[in-house]
């Protein structure tokens, strides 16, 4: 079956421009979850969504990070104003439930310039 | 304190060897226990969950001890293609609902021939 799909793989943008970053978790999975990698650097937790809510948004670093979940299935992270330091690997992932492994995707690799 | 303490390594080891990882976390309500790896530019992915009782499949065995809040990895009979960054990884219950995933900063081995 399909795994964790994340759109684009690769995004380089101008400092300033909005991003949109998209997932789409496996089927049926209500967890997902959005993470951020800086090179060289672990998972930093950005946003959880339970179904559609967003119980804990307490990692996203600035209000130009927004997240949103439609039909409990597909997510997009957005960054607007996008400035040099977000340039990372943004790692979506799914779950069953929020206490069973995850799944991840492949990335979306975005590069400010 | 962090909510995951995690020793970045490298732990550079040559094949054959037994390492071990250890991991301590600081929220006595987190449920569940994960180890993941994580090779170069890749995406996590899921080694083992880790239960009260231990648990071992292969040549990994992973511990939980509630009571001093820390899980350990131990890998016997190192191969070459152990190499790569060892996350360990909790599902914390969250107030709000549902549960949050955190991810330690992954400790780093390089088994060599």
């Known amino acids: 079956g399909a795994g964790v799909s994340q759109s684009p793989s690769n995004k380089v943008t101008e400092k300033g421009k909005d991003v949109e970053l998209r997932c789409d978790p496996i089927?049926?999975?209500?967890?997902l979850y959005w993470y951020r990698q800086s090179l060289g650097q672990g998972l930093e937790f950005l946003i959880y969504?339970?179904?559609?809510?967003?119980?804990?948004k307490s990692g996203l670093p600035s209000d130009r990070f927004s997240a949103e979940r439609t039909g409990g299935s597909v997510s997009t992270l957005t960054i607007q104003r996008t400035q040099q330091e977000d340039s990372a690997v943004y790692l979506c992932?799914?779950?069953?439930?929020?206490?069973?492994?995850?799944?991840f995707g492949n990335g979306t690799r975005l590069t400010v310039t | 304190r962090k909510e995951v303490e995690q020793d970045p390594g490298p732990f550079n080891v040559p094949e054959g060897a037994t390492v071990a990882f250890n991991c301590t976390y600081s929220n006595s309500a987190s449920q569940s226990f994960f180890w993941y790896r994580q090779d170069c530019r890749k995406e996590p992915k899921l080694l083992m969950s880790?239960?009260?009782s231990g648990n071992e499949d292969g040549r990994f065995t992973a511990q939980l001890n509630r009571a001093s809040q820390y899980i350990s990895l131990l890998i016997r009979d190192s191969k070459l293609s152990d190499s790569a960054t060892y996350l360990c990884v909790w599902a914390l219950e969250i107030h709000t609902g549902g549960f949050k995933t955190i991810f330690g900063a992954g400790t780093r081995l390089f088994v060599k021939a």
């Open positions: 992932a799914s779950s069953p439930t929020g206490d069973s492994p995850l799944h």
């Open positions: 969504f339970q179904g559609n809510s967003a119980p804990d």
């Open positions: 880790v239960y009260s």
């Open positions: 089927s049926g999975h209500t967890a």
